[in-house]
């Protein structure tokens, strides 16, 4: 039998038998490690124990302390074992497929009953059976042919048409967990009992039409959650409590900052608490562009599909564009428009207006941009994910030698907004050429080159995401983390040879030729709309003073101190505070209790001792205890607290 070589992680060679399997080579190295192993990666791939390794390969062998590795695992077990209990309770429930997903997995089952939250019970105990029946997992490779007439004996039609819509005629992966078997590529772990039983739990049961298409039959999907202990399953789903809390929909109706409705999907009514928090923020963000060099224009909204064909968005992005059609007084046929999906190709005109030398670059043009793209129904969700929204868009025009020091730039602008917004923490992606793009490979190569040595300049704490690139460039994504420890992408910052070449950009260079300027597309924020949704979550409701849409509440303990009430709101107001009064005639505890669950930091009471003492009674959200301040004091110290932190 001939021999293959494998390169452990620390750089030895050993050599074995082809055909070798990975279980195998870990029982060669130690006993425990034999017992320990889940897993291993073969030249980069994750590999079941079971499968041999027929040529030389670089191979690590993983265990349950491997994170990455352990949970896919986990999970894509948990999806079979599910499925193989559902199908034990309920016989003639016919199954899909069941992929892993974050944090957990789904499995879809056609069932002419719906499943109900005591299923899920029911459910779970017959999982943990199957968990404490150690069954073996096992796997085999079968050709087309046979896989067939296995699920059509079986009565199995989805399985059927999965294989025969997979191209191609390799043979087929087949895994058995103790008697249930189905069509997976696998790998899997290596018995059912290496399922922590106490670290999982299903979560939900939603429609899902097979293989993602309306026209086909509705099934029901099954949502399970799944951790390497019970200590990470109940951390995430006390975290899944504190975000229901926070949910930016639920405290935007009880602080009556916006709503949506039908006849608008996707498009966000703005109500006055709501849109002060919009515009202390656009203010904000307008200084601090202001000072980095940044000039603000504005841009139209709807603009001919001409314009749109050069620039490459409509063939790359039509399906999500808002398409005008006008009838043009005198024309043939229908002008078609589109509204503007983002701000580049407008930026790039305004550019274009008059010969630019080198001496303008780098020239920063920054725009709130109005914009429109098309999300369907089903994944739109409140602020987060809608149809109208404004960018801090801007663009930068600058020449090759200059990427370097604007990524710099920028990347410290970031991070300034961010701790000022309340995110101590980001991460940064660059992600590089998708498949679908504009220009050539060449032009792709200087840009990724350029992007990366540019961050490099500034951290290597950065991870490559490849092909999640622009259509038209290499990017790199900042994701900061809130206070419950989920990432949210917000800022970009991308690199573009390929516009300015499609829309004619250029600059007269130090050797008096023209040249084509590098066209740097950047966001901090991103939506104005998604980061205030994340801003409600982050501080759940409680806004920083100086967003918080009403700052001071003023109210009355007696009807008799209603004068001054007014006189404090009249001095606050003046001091451009935020204030108003509360004069009704109810109890100073139950108006505490509703500017409370408003989120109101501030609270005055003013009773008849406040009155003769010119002074106000302070209560903060959140606390109990009280302070007494003289008023002029007071007003003195909330103003200060009022100013934005790039003012302060």
């Known amino acids: ?27 060669s190295i130690a006993t425990s490690l034999g017992k320990a192993a889940i897993s291993a990666s073969v030249d980069g791939r994750h590999w079941d124990l079971q499968w041999p390794i027929e040529a030389d390969a670089a191979i690590a062998i993983h265990t349950m302390k491997d994170d990455a590795q352990a949970l896919e695992l986990i999970r894509h077990d948990f999806a079979h074992v599910m499925a193989r209990a559902v199908q034990k309770l309920w016989p003639e429930v016919k199954v899909t497929i069941g992929p892993v997903v974050e944090n957990g997995w789904y499995y879809d089952f056609d069932r002419d009953e719906p499943f109900t939250p005591e299923d899920l019970g029911l459910i779970e105990k017959e999982m943990k059976a199957i968990i404490n029946e150690r069954d073996p997992v096992r796997t085999e490779v079968w050709d087309r042919a046979r896989a067939i007439d296995h699920y059509v004996r079986k009565n199995e039609p989805f399985k059927v048409e999965l294989i025969e819509a997979i191209p191609g005629d390799e043979p087929l992966r087949m895994y058995w967990h103790g008697h249930w078997q189905d069509l997976c590529r696998g790998p899997h772990l290596q018995h059912t009992g290496q399922l922590p039983a106490d670290a999982f739990k299903l979560m939900s049961v939603a429609g899902a039409y097979w293989r ?41 109706r009880e602080m009556e900052l916006f709503h949506l409705q039908e006849e608008a999907p996707g498009m966000v009514f703005w109500h006055p608490n709501g849109w002060t928090i919009y515009r202390a923020l656009e203010d904000y963000m307008r200084r601090r562009l202001r000072k980095a060099g940044y000039k603000e224009i504005r841009t139209p909204q709807v603009v001919d599909r001409i314009l749109w064909e050069k620039s490459g968005h409509w063939e790359a992005y039509r399906e999500n564009m808002f398409i005008v059609e006008v009838d043009e007084e005198g024309a043939k046929e229908k002008r078609v428009n589109a509204l503007k999906p983002m701000n580049c190709p407008c930026h790039v005109q305004v550019y274009n207006q008059g010969l630019k030398s080198y001496r303008d670059l780098p020239l920063r043009l920054a725009e709130f941009g109005s914009c429109h793209r098309y999300e369907s129904s089903g994944s739109m969700h409140g602020l987060m994910r809608v149809r109208g929204f404004t960018q801090d868009d801007a663009h930068i025009f600058c020449t090759e030698d200059q990427i370097e020091a604007e990524c710099a730039n920028f990347i410290g602008l970031l991070s300034s907004i961010y701790r000022d917004l309340g995110f101590a923490k980001f991460d940064v992606k660059l992600s590089t050429r998708p498949e ?78 023209k040249h084509r300027p590098v066209m740097l597309h950047r966001a901090i924020l991103g939506s104005f709309e998604r980061f205030i949704g994340i801003l409600i979550e982050n501080y759940a409701g409680r806004m920083p003073f100086w967003l918080a849409p009403r700052q001071i509440v003023v109210a009355s303990i007696v009807s008799d101190a209603d004068d001054y009430v007014a006189e404090v709101v009249a001095r606050l107001t003046a001091a451009g505070l935020r204030a108003e009064a509360d004069t009704r005639n109810e109890k100073i505890n139950y108006k505490v209790r509703e500017h409370s669950v408003g989120k109101v930091p501030v609270i005055l009471a003013i009773g008849m001792k406040e009155v003769e003492e010119r002074s106000v009674s302070i209560r903060r959200l959140g606390e109990t205890r009280t302070e007494t301040r003289a008023l002029a004091d007071a007003v003195a110290a909330f103003a200060a607290e009022a100013a934005p932190p790039d003012l302060r």
């Not at 021999?3 to 038998?17: C, E, M, V, W």
């Not at 050539?440 to 840009?447: F, L, M, T």
């Not at 995401?465 to 790199?476: I, M, R, S, V, W």
Request: glycine fraction near 10%; aromatic fraction near 10%; proline fraction near 3%.
């Open 436 to 513: 679908v793009r504009v220009g050539s490979d060449a032009v792709w190569d200087k840009a990724e080159a350029a992007l990366e040595n540019a961050v490099r300049k500034v951290t290597n704490d950065f991870e490559i995401d490849p092909g999640e690139g622009a259509f038209y460039g290499p990017k790199l994504d900042f994701k900061l983390t809130d206070a419950i420890g989920r990432e949210w992408q917000c800022g970009t910052f991308q690199a573009d040879f390929n516009l300015p070449v499609r829309l004619g950009a250029e600059y007269v260079g130090e050797d008096g030729a």
């Open 1 to 27: 039998m001939s021999q293959i070589s494998l390169t452990f992680p620390d750089g030895n060679k050993r050599d074995y038998a082809r055909g070798v399997t990975p279980a195998e080579v870990a029982q």
């Open 212 to 252: 993602g298409d309306h026209r086909n039959k509705q099934l029901q999907r099954i949502y399970g959650v799944a951790f390497k202990n019970r200590d990470d399953l109940k951390a995430y789903l006390t975290m899944l409590e504190e975000a229901a809390k926070r949910d930016h929909r639920k405290l935007g």
